[in-house]
């Protein structure tokens, strides 16, 4: 609500929310970092404790072979928080903040 009435030369943009902030940049900046490691590898690097979910000494044959889609998950996971934290980053530089949108 104190957003929207802001007579500030560059108002915040909606309602941010830290921790969903803070995440979108670790995973620009840990993707800026390692541009040669795979997306799934990322996500894997920065939530390691969700190493099990692909290890197939801890799965059930059903399971394995969900690994593919799992990885795929997490492909897209990653490259949604890029795309959302470049666009981010571009709209501020703009006076937008934290605008999305293209």
């Known amino acids: 609500?104190?957003?929207r009435s802001s007579q500030a030369r560059y108002p915040v943009v909606g309602q941010p929310n830290v921790a969903a902030l803070e995440k979108s940049l670790a995973v620009y900046d840990y993707?800026?970092?390692n541009p040669d490691m795979s997306l799934w590898e990322m996500w894997l690097a920065l939530n390691p404790h969700l190493s099990?979910?692909?290890?197939p000494k801890y799965l059930s044959p059903e399971k394995v072979l969900n690994?593919?889609?799992k990885k795929a998950t997490w492909t897209?996971?990653?490259s949604r928080y890029c795309k959302k934290a470049k666009a981010m980053i571009?709209?501020?530089g703009h006076g937008r903040f934290p605008d999305l949108s293209n």
């Open 67 to 69: 690994i593919p889609l």
């Open 90 to 92: 571009d709209n501020t």
């Open 52 to 55: 099990r979910e692909i290890d």
């Open 1 to 3: 609500r104190a957003a």
């Open 76 to 78: 897209a996971t990653v």
């Open 31 to 33: 993707r800026l970092a």
